[in-house]
């Protein structure tokens, strides 16, 4: 008799959940999804437990279907991932890991007191608070959700009194609380990805330069000119955050980069991640199945490169909220585009695709990479 197919139950049906039924499928391992029945992934038939990650029944019934419980996002209730551990459900990576994604203050703290340089913080509970940080840290300063927040919804730049107000206004009405931090002087950012099994084998991506538009990932490049002392000192901060925290799974370190060279961790993501779907050409193994090889204590996959320069785009929705698909044919004709699209409802900000282009310089496939976007955007 067949043996079962071996299951991840993923929290979350987004367009990484899609992406990590597009490698289950190459793999031939079952992937069930937690979510709504027209997201992503289900559109792209992957099997659906519907429910919140806040929703410890649904959480519940999610993992009863899979060998091993992992997560495309931290929106999750983890007091309720907490008891299906002590019930003996294998979690992945495990609740005290995920912990540092789901509350972004605890991360912070975390991480400073590790001795990894992160921007000046602190805890901000009423705009008094924040006044006082100014003084000490100087304007402008950073307001972020302590948990919630995603794609620079829950970062608040502010220069004046007036925006702090503002921001304490949005957050309340959001039932967000805050923290804040030092704004840091950016040379630039960087991102770099990582995987752990949970029989102690880890691989390291190649590190990406990262581009934000109003918080929002934007663009990615892979092969920027980038001091070695930076690539050195993001693979030694993602190799050590594994082994330390004890990952099992995926982990993206999001670094800000300073004119004088420092590499500080602006942020730590769990699971699968926007700076990392470059990997799908760019690396012998892309990120999806890496995620699924970890989880399962599988053999990690060589997460080295395979091109000299690759360039990720991001397709974002425009105002007049009209689908990139309608574009599809427009982009393919760019030279060396893989077009990605993840079948959503097209609405304004929203990511609905990606684009990458391989090629021998960063401004060849840059270059390419933004035509095609341009194209699915309407605006090329
Ligand atoms: N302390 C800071 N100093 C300067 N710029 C910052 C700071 N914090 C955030 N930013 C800018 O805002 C962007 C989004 O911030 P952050 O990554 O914390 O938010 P997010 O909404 O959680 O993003 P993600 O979607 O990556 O999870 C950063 O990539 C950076 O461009
Ligand atoms: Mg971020």
Redesign the pocket.
């Given at each position: 008799m067949a043996n079962r197919r071996e299951t991840v139950a993923m929290v979350g049906a987004g367009q990484l959940a899609r992406m990590s039924w597009q490698a289950a499928i190459s793999l031939d391992l079952g992937l069930v999804c937690l979510g709504a029945p027209g997201a992503a992934a289900v559109l792209a038939g992957a099997d659906l437990v519907e429910g919140s990650g806040y929703d410890p029944d649904a959480l519940r019934a999610l993992a009863a279907r899979g060998d091993v419980l992992t997560f495309e996002h931290e929106l999750v209730d983890l007091d309720a991932i907490r008891a299906m551990e002590e019930a003996g459900v294998t979690v992945r990576p495990s609740s005290t890991v995920l912990a540092l994604a789901v509350d972004k203050l605890h991360q912070r703290r975390t991480l400073s007191s590790w001795g990894l340089e992160v921007?000046a913080f602190a805890e901000a509970p009423d705009p008094g608070a924040v006044q006082a940080f100014a003084q000490q840290h100087g304007s402008p300063v950073?307001l972020?959700a302590v948990s919630g927040?995603?794609?620079?919804?829950?970062?608040w730049?502010c220069s004046s009194q007036w925006e702090i107000t503002a921001a304490f206004e949005d957050a309340a009405a959001g039932g967000l609380e805050l923290y804040v931090?030092?704004?840091?002087e950016?040379a630039g950012?960087a991102a770099i990805m990582v995987a752990r099994s949970p029989s102690g084998s880890v691989a390291v991506y190649p590190l990406v330069a990262t581009r934000?538009v109003d918080?929002?990932?934007r663009e990615v490049v892979l092969g920027a000119e980038m001091a070695v002392t930076t690539e050195v000192a993001a693979a030694e901060i993602a190799v050590s955050l594994a082994r330390r925290v004890g990952l099992e799974g995926l982990m993206a370190v999001?670094l800000?980069v300073t004119g004088s060279g420092r590499v500080l961790v602006?942020?730590l993501?769990l699971r699968a991640h926007?700076t990392g779907h470059i990997h799908t050409e760019a690396a012998v193994t892309s990120q999806f199945e890496q995620h699924l090889r970890a989880v399962l204590d599988l053999p990690l996959g060589d997460s080295s490169p395979v091109v000299l320069a690759a360039a990720m785009v991001n397709i974002v929705g425009t105002a007049d909220g009209s689908d990139p698909a309608e574009r599809r044919a427009e982009a393919l004709a760019v030279p060396g585009a893989h077009v990605h699209l993840y079948g959503k409802a097209a609405r304004p900000g929203r990511k609905l695709g990606h684009v990458t282009v391989c090629a021998d310089t960063t401004e060849r496939a840059l270059e390419r990479a933004r035509a095609a976007a341009d194209r699915l955007e309407g605006n090329g």
């Open positions: 921007p950073v972020k927040g995603y794609d620079g919804r829950g970062v730049m931090e030092e704004a840091v950016l950012e934000q918080g929002m990932c999001e800000f602006n942020e993501a926007n």
